[in-house]
């Protein structure tokens, strides 16, 4: 339920209490499309199995009766309207952001909008010196948007590769194809040489993922300063740009796969000894995720599954992607918290759910 209920005592002799509805935490009007802010009145109608509400004052949806109805004594009329105002001014204000200013030599700043992860300015700091950066962490905590906002921080181009047993040598080092009418052929390049040779932000995501023989080129152009192109025959060797920066992001420390990761490699010591100094670990932010989920109710209902699950030790996820996908479908597509869960224990155990739920 996302409303809650207040009896207001009438003072003209009538002491039959009326019930007002407020909301509990912030959501989308269906009515106006405008914010109900936490403690507006408001009104439900019923969509489906599952009661939603709405601005009490929005008549583009009728509102349900409620409490016993008639008119509102002068203190509810009062408060209502106080609160009315409030909502209006909020409505009307622009919503604050979190910018984080970041200066750049020379004097040049940029600034980030949003949320960022506790572990940014560390990355940053590490990204800044040129060091090679690992992130191992639990899927869906934010590593991938982090790499995004350390090249935007940089001002550098981004390029990314999603880590697997099939990947190739040429999805790395380019690769000659044929092109145009005769058939001729030339060489196509990719993000990562263009990312090595020219300056940019690369992120190698699930590299725990990868075949191992890929990474001995990844290792090569880590330590070496240089890397063989050999497909590019007229520029068969690629120099490191000073202004390339190399991050990883795993689900593990490299070190194979558990029970949670079934299909992750273990990496070489030789790749791992590559980002000892820039191995920053990271979990979920609960910040971030308070952000994601203004519906306190829900967000609380998830935190205690993931909390469970660690206590039980569980082979399962609650991630931070999840709970903004549960977010915006309540909030924005009518969704219960019952179908939430249903979508969150898909394929578990009995045993599994009950332990979640606790």
Request: with cysteine; charged share 25%.
């Given at each position: 339920?996302?409303?809650?209920?207040?009896?207001?005592?009438?003072?003209?002799?009538?002491?039959?209490?009326?019930?007002?509805?407020?909301?509990?935490?912030?959501?989308?009007c269906p009515a106006c499309r405008k914010l109900i802010v936490i403690g507006?009145?408001?009104?439900?109608?019923?969509?489906?199995?599952?009661?939603?509400?709405?601005?009490?004052?929005?008549?583009?949806?009728?509102?349900?009766?409620?409490?016993?109805?008639?008119?509102?004594?002068?203190?509810?009329?009062?408060?209502?309207?106080?609160?009315?105002?409030?909502?209006?001014?909020?409505?009307?204000?622009?919503?604050?952001?979190?910018?984080?200013?970041?200066?750049?030599?020379?004097?040049?700043?940029?600034?980030?909008?949003?949320?960022?992860?506790?572990?940014?300015?560390?990355?940053?700091?590490?990204?800044?010196?040129r060091k090679h950066i690992f992130l191992p962490g639990p899927a869906g905590c934010g590593k991938s948007?982090?790499?995004?906002?350390?090249?935007?921080?940089?001002?550098?181009?981004?390029?990314?590769?999603?880590?697997?047993?099939?990947?190739?040598?040429?999805?790395?080092?380019?690769?000659?194809?044929?092109?145009?009418?005769?058939?001729?052929?030339?060489?196509?390049?990719?993000?990562?040489?263009?990312?090595?040779?020219?300056?940019?932000?690369?992120?190698?995501?699930?590299?725990?993922?990868?075949?191992?023989?890929?990474?001995?080129?990844?290792?090569?152009?880590?330590?070496?300063?240089?890397?063989?192109?050999?497909?590019?025959?007229?520029?068969?060797?690629?120099?490191?740009?000073?202004?390339?920066?190399?991050?990883?992001?795993?689900?593990?420390?490299?070190?194979?796969?558990?029970?949670?990761?079934?299909?992750?490699?273990?990496?070489?010591?030789?790749?791992?000894?590559?980002?000892?100094?820039?191995?920053?670990?990271?979990?979920?932010?609960?910040?971030?995720?308070?952000?994601?989920?203004?519906?306190?109710?829900?967000?609380?209902?998830?935190?205690?599954?993931?909390?469970?699950?660690?206590?039980?030790?569980?082979?399962?996820?609650?991630?931070?992607?999840?709970?903004?996908?549960?977010?915006?479908?309540?909030?924005?597509?009518?969704?219960?918290?019952?179908?939430?869960?249903?979508?969150?224990?898909?394929?578990?155990?009995?045993?599994?759910?009950?332990?979640?739920?606790?």
């Open positions: 339920m996302s409303a809650t209920s207040l009896s207001v005592v009438s003072v003209n002799g009538d002491s039959r209490p009326v019930e007002v509805q407020r909301s509990r935490y912030q959501s989308k507006a009145p408001v009104a439900p109608y019923a969509v489906g199995k599952r009661t939603r509400w709405k601005h009490e004052d929005c008549e583009n949806i009728p509102a349900q009766p409620v409490g016993h109805g008639g008119e509102l004594t002068a203190d509810a009329a009062a408060q209502i309207a106080k609160l009315q105002a409030r909502v209006e001014a909020l409505e009307e204000r622009e919503p604050a952001k979190h910018v984080i200013e970041i200066r750049r030599p020379g004097g040049k700043s940029v600034q980030l909008s949003g949320t960022v992860h506790p572990v940014f300015s560390r990355v940053l700091a590490l990204a800044q010196a948007h982090l790499a995004h906002q350390v090249a935007q921080a940089l001002g550098l181009p981004f390029g990314a590769i999603s880590c697997s047993a099939g990947m190739s040598e040429s999805q790395l080092l380019g690769r000659m194809v044929p092109h145009g009418d005769h058939g001729q052929f030339e060489f196509l390049s990719t993000q990562f040489l263009d990312c090595y040779e020219s300056g940019g932000v690369f992120l190698f995501d699930e590299i725990d993922a990868a075949d191992s023989n890929v990474l001995l080129v990844v290792n090569s152009a880590l330590a070496n300063g240089h890397l063989s192109v050999p497909s590019r025959h007229g520029q068969p060797v690629a120099k490191r740009h000073a202004d390339f920066v190399c991050l990883a992001a795993a689900n593990t420390f490299g070190r194979g796969a558990d029970r949670q990761y079934v299909g992750r490699n273990q990496l070489d010591e030789s790749t791992l000894d590559r980002f000892r100094i820039g191995t920053v670990p990271m979990d979920y932010d609960e910040q971030l995720e308070t952000q994601l989920c203004p519906d306190a109710e829900l967000l609380a209902r998830l935190r205690k599954y993931r909390a469970n699950v660690q206590t039980s030790r569980l082979e399962r996820v609650v991630s931070t992607r999840f709970i903004r996908d549960a977010a915006d479908m309540v909030t924005n597509w009518g969704w219960s918290h019952e179908q939430v869960d249903e979508a969150l224990f898909q394929g578990w155990r009995s045993d599994e759910i009950a332990k979640a739920r606790g």
